[in-house]
């Protein structure tokens, strides 16, 4: 939307409110519209709304401002203070107020959004079911993974076992190093299903086939 259908809205809060918010729009390098902008973009409007608002000021909290035009030029003016922000017309001030204090709330951890909490039942549901079915998936990995050998890979035998690779007909090099680099994907430390013994045994019986491809 463009700038000319944006309205610039006045939101009342107490001066440390302020501050904290602003203080927040410096450090991400962005304004307060984006701030709340991003709250509202990102949340369900139940989760906002359900949020505490940061609330008025009181009536001993205020700001002093000079008037710099008009007949009371110069004079010092005592007022509510605000944050100003320009968006879409159609958002309450408080409304605003709210996703403000949310973000902050988020920015200093004092409180934490879990998926759930974000995404409609169907979602929910949905990702529910992709769990149990990554549950059931790692459990197959584990069963269908070689189970480490006990000492050092010393024989072809042991090699071809981690390997998964038949003795006859001999594989051939470069069948070797596509079987190791499959299995590196898996069983690398860094991967989901890493495995430091399982990865360090394929190491051997990797290294020992290039080796010894020959031997029986």
Not at 14 to 42: C, E, H, P, W, Y
Not at 120 to 131: F, G
Not at 153 to 164: H, W
């Given at each position: 939307m463009s700038e000319n259908?944006?309205?610039?809205?006045?939101?009342?809060?107490?001066?440390?409110?302020?501050?904290?918010?602003?203080?927040?729009?410096?450090?991400?390098?962005?304004?307060?519209?984006?701030?709340?902008?991003?709250?509202?973009?990102?949340?369900?409007?139940?989760?906002?709304?359900?949020?505490?608002?940061?609330?008025?000021?009181?009536?001993?909290?205020?700001?002093?401002?000079?008037?710099?035009?008009?007949?009371?030029?110069?004079?010092?003016w005592r007022r509510k203070p605000r944050l100003q922000a320009r968006l879409p017309a159609g958002y309450q001030p408080i409304m605003l107020r709210k996703a403000l204090g949310l973000a902050l709330a988020l920015a200093t951890k004092q409180k934490n959004l879990h998926l759930q909490d974000v995404l409609?039942?169907?979602?929910?549901?949905?990702?529910?079911?992709?769990?149990k079915q990554n549950t059931r998936f790692f459990e197959a990995i584990q069963k269908l993974s070689f189970q480490p050998i006990n000492g050092a890979?010393?024989?072809?035998?042991?090699?071809?076992?981690?390997?998964?690779l038949p003795r006859e007909p001999r594989p051939t090099d470069e069948v070797i190093k596509k079987r190791f680099r499959e299995l590196a994907n898996i069983y690398h430390p860094d991967g989901i299903l890493g495995d430091h013994e399982r990865m360090s045994q394929l190491n051997l019986a990797f290294t020992f086939l290039r080796r010894n491809n020959n031997v029986r």
């Open positions: 259908h944006k309205k610039a809205y006045i939101i009342n809060c107490s001066s440390s409110f302020r501050d904290a918010v602003l203080q927040l729009a410096q450090i991400k390098k962005v304004n307060v519209g984006d701030i709340a902008r991003s709250i509202m973009l990102t949340m369900p409007n139940d989760i906002i709304n359900s949020f505490p608002d940061p609330g008025e000021p009181t009536r001993e909290d205020r700001e002093k401002i000079t008037l710099k035009s008009g007949d009371y030029e110069g004079k010092v409609e039942e169907p979602y929910i549901e949905t990702i529910s079911k992709l769990q890979c010393t024989t072809a035998t042991e090699a071809f076992y981690i390997m998964g």
